[in-house]
């Protein structure tokens, strides 16, 4: 079925798209006001999208219409801010922070979370998340209602335990026990079900054709 965006309203488009890129990481975001206070939330219009620089890009909605939700207002305002991934353990501690508090409440306070400070930038990162990512901003982008937040990556923590090689800076992925966004509100996915497909050369592809003959 084809749904032709020019001809539907932007919430059925939002729906459609939320529903069906899937799974979709989530970015805990944490900034900090001019006057220091903190500030948390998850949003799962999120990625990476390169490497040198390393720049990650969220998408912010508005809190109401024509007005920042607090993360863009404060990234615009400061220009630094640090995404936490979300593991399964912190399900719950995450989803607290997404309601809609007052721009002067601590979400890490309000949900028991526990602030570490960041080597590069002011605004902290989440004790309990194994991978935090120190960025500034790259560049703010309009979209639309959306607010198209890239950062330029200036450090990675990741918790000890959880790094496999420091030296060759392997990571053990599946020890981070991340979660990532499904559809709609509420449903979210592990990633214990993993499969391993092998990257291909030409000479192997050839050959895996000639046996298939
Ligand atoms: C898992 C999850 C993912 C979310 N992803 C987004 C998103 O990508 N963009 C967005 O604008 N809001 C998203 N939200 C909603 C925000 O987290 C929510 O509006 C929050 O109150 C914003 O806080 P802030 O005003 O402190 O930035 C998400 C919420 C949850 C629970």
Known sequence: ??????????????????????????????????????????????????????????????????????????????????????????????????????????ELKEAGLTALPSAKIRPPRIAESPVALECETFQLVPAGRHTIVLGKVLAIHIKDDCVLDAAKCYVDTPKLNLVGRMHGRGWYTRTTDRLEVPRMTVAEWEAKKKAAE
């Not at 001809?7 to 939002?14: F, G």
């Not at 040198?52 to 998408?59: A, E, K, L, M, S």
Request: aromatic share 10%.
């Open 1 to 106: 079925m084809l749904f032709d965006f020019s001809q539907i309203a932007p919430q059925d488009a939002y729906k459609l798209v939320v529903s069906s890129v899937v799974p979709r990481p989530i970015a805990w975001v944490v900034t900090q006001d001019a006057a220091g206070v903190v500030n948390a939330a998850p949003y799962s219009f999120f990625n990476a999208f390169s490497d040198n620089p390393v720049v990650v890009g969220i998408g912010c909605g508005p809190k109401a219409p024509g007005a920042l939700k607090d993360t863009a207002a404060n990234i615009k305002e400061t220009g630094q801010f640090t995404v936490c991934l979300v593991p399964e353990q912190a399900i719950h501690a995450m989803n607290a922070t997404a309601v809609d508090f007052a721009p002067e409440v601590d």
